[in-house]
């Protein structure tokens, strides 16, 4: 009896005990949503944290926030983040032992990220490179050990805040074994799993190990997929710099470990049916050439850097297309490379990778079977590459426009071709172009500008027989150019070097071969 009585007191007491708990812990909801809160802001100056609601359970030693809201106070829209819940449970027996264990819950987060904050994120990381890190200090606080999970979560990037973001949706994060202790045997001690899709259409894997607590950078070693990437969606950034891309879907699998030293591998990748060009036009020329030499700038950079290794093992380009357009000619005009074939084999910025090797076959404007091949050594510290380019029988009159906005002549048929030889070591380039002229009849528009449409047409039929009986039996004239010489610009690099070299020998090559069959 006296047991049974004790028993039904005890239960009765453990009852009204975690009745009182519960009402104390939901009276104590808002004044700990609003210390939450106000400390959070003190803590983060030039930011805004907002907690919508918060809700505590003692007994299962969990707290669930929800409707978290970081706004940047000069800059409040867009957030830079919008987390639509937050749960965080821990684990009772490790803080018996002296170790905080938790698991945290991340539901629907948007993350606004643009160009901007990015560079700010990365100078501020040297300003306080030199001051005791972060992760240091974390690392010094109680020990802790933790689990990370990402549901139906979104990134959004924009260049710019007014541009179009973005947007890798559908986003879920797997990361394991977070802790402020690891052991010396252990590197990389979380397990890091990622996927989502990229824009509307692609998807994103990522699967390694971490540790997001190394100082002064997390450590990460993980293999990279990507499948069914559309690159038309990626115009918000491709824009900024006059770039135009038309369909295209883009695979490949690679490989990054950030630790000691950057790695980025490339491992292959597979870009078909697409259609990429580069804009060009007066208006836009100086911001053009800020993007372009800040760009150029920021690439060299990292290039050069001895800590950083980019590699790409094997990839092809099929069924593509790759042009120039000039908006800004008397008239417009554009060159291109249609049913564009590439592969690519072995490109790296380090010397111990050995050589690359490209090959591209296609078509110049549209009807001249074309053949590129290049091999090119890392620079150390000079562009080190050969190139031979070969144009067949192209129709001269798809060139007319070009021909127009820089040499004032048009063609009514023949024949183009050109075979080029170059390499480029030491600070010097040696090598050819020559142009081959078939069956061309060019006009001059300034010189034949007064006259009349049955005039001009009678000079041209003219103009052709007299050339056929002036040349040689096969109707050809061949010029070539000596590109030999140091290199004008010591400092340049690969691509600078070749657009040079293609602008060198349109201008003093390939344009006074036309003048020379007039």
Same mark, same amino acid.
């Given at each position: ?386 190139? @031979? ?62 006259? @009349? ?66």
């Amino acid at each position: 009896m006296l047991i049974s009585h004790w028993l039904k007191w005890t239960t009765i007491s453990i009852a009204v005990l975690i009745v009182v708990i519960l009402i104390a812990g939901y009276f104590a909801d808002e004044p700990l949503r609003r210390y939450i809160e106000r400390s959070a802001n003190d803590a983060v100056k030039g930011y805004h944290v907002r907690i919508g609601t918060l809700h505590s359970r003692p007994f299962t030693l969990s707290v669930t926030v929800r409707d978290v809201v970081v706004r940047k106070e000069s800059r409040p829209d867009p957030p830079l983040a919008d987390i639509g819940e937050i749960a965080i449970v821990a684990q009772l027996v490790p803080l018996l032992a002296g170790t905080i264990a938790a698991d945290i819950h991340l539901r629907d987060p948007v993350i606004f990220v643009t160009r901007r904050q990015i560079e700010a994120a990365s100078a501020k990381t040297q300003e306080t490179a030199r001051s005791v890190p972060w992760q240091d200090q974390v690392r010094d606080i109680m020990p802790f050990k933790g689990n990370v999970f990402v549901k139906h979560g979104e990134i959004r990037y924009a260049g710019q805040p007014s541009d179009e973001p973005i947007r890798m949706t559908e986003l879920d994060v797997d990361a394991r074994n977070l802790t402020n202790r690891p052991s010396d045997a252990q590197p990389y001690p979380s397990e890091l799993r990622m996927s989502g899709r990229v824009v509307d259409h692609g998807r994103m894997t990522i699967d390694g190990r971490a540790d997001l607590l190394a100082s002064p950078l997390p450590v990460v070693d993980a293999s990279v997929t990507l499948t069914g990437v559309h690159i038309t969606d990626f115009m918000p950034i491709a824009g900024s710099y006059n770039l135009i891309l038309n369909g295209g879907i883009f695979n490949a699998t690679g490989r990054m470990l950030q630790d000691k030293r950057t790695v980025l591998i490339l491992e292959s990748f597979l870009l078909e049916d697409a259609k990429i060009g580069y804009v060009y036009q007066t208006t836009t020329k100086s911001n053009q050439q800020r993007q372009l030499k800040r760009g150029a700038k920021q690439a060299a950079k990292a290039y050069h850097e001895p800590s950083f290794l980019f590699k790409i093992g094997h990839g092809k380009i099929l069924n593509s297309e790759i042009g120039f357009q000039n908006r800004s000619g008397n008239p417009d005009y554009r060159i291109f490379l249609a049913d564009l074939n590439a592969d690519v084999h072995n490109f790296s910025n380090r010397l111990e990778e050995g050589t690359g090797i490209v090959k591209i076959t296609g078509k110049f404007m549209g009807s001249g079977p074309t053949v590129i091949t290049g091999t090119f050594r890392p620079e150390t510290p000079r562009p080190d590459f050969d190139l @031979a380019v070969k144009i067949l029988k192209t129709n001269v009159d798809a060139l007319n426009d070009v021909l127009r906005a820089h040499g004032n002549v048009d063609t009514h048929r023949g024949k183009f071709s050109l075979f080029s030889e170059i390499t480029v070591k030491d600070n010097r380039i040696d090598g050819y172009v020559k142009p081959l002229f078939k069956d061309v009849d060019v006009y001059d528009p300034e010189k034949d500008q007064d006259k @009349a449409w049955s005039t001009q047409i009678y000079n041209a039929v003219i103009g052709g027989v007299t050339a056929l009986l002036e040349n040689e039996p096969r109707d050809e004239v061949a010029t070539q150019s000596d590109l030999s010489g140091p290199v004008d610009n010591p400092k340049a690099d690969t691509w600078e070097i070749i657009g040079k070299l293609v602008q060198n020998a349109f201008f003093n090559a390939i344009l006074p071969g036309f003048a020379g069959v007039d």
